[in-house]
């Protein structure tokens, strides 16, 4: 929780290490589901970002940062799913800007 009373994140620590699956909280209403590095305590692997409509993004992430997702409609929107689009990271670097931060 925060300082406010929000709760921002839900899991499990073992040894005093975040372990399994977390759920990280926003504000929006947003959420952030997906295993956590114990060694970092940030979600890596594959996980994914629900939007307050219940639309998400399912993808990787590395140290808590998006890196390929795939759109999923919600449940109670009438939208095609269309899981061929595939989004991913458009980083800047030392040497080239981004111009997408995700980009497809």
């Keep these: 929780m925060d300082d406010d009373g929000f ?3 839900r899991g499990q620590y073992e040894h005093g290490a975040p372990v399994g699956e977390w759920t990280v909280f926003f504000r929006d209403g947003g959420r952030l589901v997906g295993p956590v590095d114990g060694a970092a305590g940030v979600i890596s692997g594959a996980a994914s970002y629900h939007y307050p409509d219940d639309t998400e993004l399912r993808g990787t992430f590395q140290e808590g ?8 409609p919600g449940a109670r929107l009438d939208v095609p799913v269309d899981l061929a689009i595939e989004y991913a990271l458009d980083e ?9 931060s995700l980009c497809r």
């Design 7 to 9: 709760v921002t994140a």
């Design 92 to 100: 800047s670097t030392g040497a080239a800007q981004g111009d997408r």
């Design 65 to 72: 940062r998006m890196v390929r997702a795939r759109y999923v």
